[in-house]
């Protein structure tokens, strides 16, 4: 079984950082892409950040020049960087993982539990 867990949120002011983590556990042979999302209170869950096995990034257009994905070299555990926080950031962010448990195993989509992220003042 794998398990996806994700931590770093919280309050922060408009303008301020947060750096999002997804710690993934279990029985996994590879994960071959890794995303973030988020839904906010109202809205449709909508991708903001993939990062593939081979170091391609790619981000929601909107978003581009404020948030970074990137991985641990360690372990497997990914990030999201956040920068310049607005208060329109505001919502659940959800990490997902598309991987293998083991060399034989088809690709499976896991799903963190989410982490709130609020930018208010």
């Known amino acids: 079984q794998v398990q996806l867990v994700e931590s770093g949120g919280g309050l922060v002011q408009p303008g301020g950082s947060l750096t999002l983590s997804c710690a993934a556990s279990?029985?996994?042979?590879?994960?071959?892409?890794m995303h973030w999302y988020r839904q906010a209170p109202g809205k449709q869950r909508e991708l903001v950040a993939t990062l593939t096995s081979l170091g391609s990034t790619n981000y929601a257009d909107s978003l581009k020049g404020r948030f970074a994905i990137y991985r641990s070299n360690t372990k497997p555990t990914w990030y999201l960087q956040m920068n310049s926080l607005k208060p329109e950031d505001t919502a659940v962010y959800y990490c997902?993982?598309?991987?293998?448990?083991?060399?034989?195993?088809?690709?499976?989509?896991?799903w963190g539990q989410g982490t709130q992220v609020t930018v208010s003042s």
């Open positions: 279990g029985s996994i042979f590879d994960i071959y892409t």
């Open positions: 997902n993982a598309d991987l293998q448990q083991t060399r034989n195993s088809a690709r499976i989509q896991e």
